[in-house]
């Protein structure tokens, strides 16, 4: 099954839940497919979307179709160390740091940690240590949100 032809499955579903699609993961095991659906709100989304959701999606034959009778649905947020999975959704996050492994060794290594400066159309820069450099996103294996954790708990007053 196409990406394509799942999205047009799943995100009425999730519209309705007033939500919207972050990304889709299909996890072939050697018993299991595991289909993992990422969601998220302008909002903020807790367990009772998710919860709302997965139901929701239980009801659509058109899954089972494609799938088989023998799958896991997954549904979750993306979480404060999100996955991105479209370019576009990078560009809300320019000057945080990220953590990616490319498809191809670049500079002798695939995993890089940086602050992301900028986002065009199909490539994105990011200042690692050492110097400024350019991936294109079709070239990321994945690439995640990499927050800090330290900064994040003074924020909200956690650790006094």
Do not use: H
Not at 16 to 29: A, D, H, K, S, V
Not at 38 to 56: H, Q, T
Request: hydrophobic share 35%; aromatic share 12%; proline share 2%.
């Amino acid at each position: 099954m196409y990406k394509e032809e799942i999205e047009k499955i799943i995100i009425p579903v999730i519209s309705r839940n007033n939500c919207f699609l972050w990304g889709t993961e299909i996890l072939r095991g050697k018993k299991i497919t595991t289909f993992r659906i990422f969601i998220d709100s302008d909002g903020g989304v807790d367990i009772n979307d998710c919860e709302n959701i997965s139901k929701d999606l239980n009801y659509e034959p058109s899954l089972d179709l494609n799938f088989g009778d023998d799958y896991v649905l997954e549904v979750s947020t993306p979480g404060i160390d999100r996955k991105f999975f479209d370019i576009e959704q990078l560009k809300d996050y320019i000057g945080e740091d990220l953590s990616l492994k490319s498809k191809k060794i670049l500079e002798g290594k695939r995993n890089f940690t940086g602050t992301l400066l900028e986002c065009g159309l199909n490539t994105f820069s990011l200042r690692t240590k050492d110097k400024i450099i350019e991936f294109n996103f079709d070239d990321i294996d994945f690439c995640k949100l990499k927050p800090n954790f330290n900064e994040l708990m003074k924020e909200k007053n956690y650790a006094k």
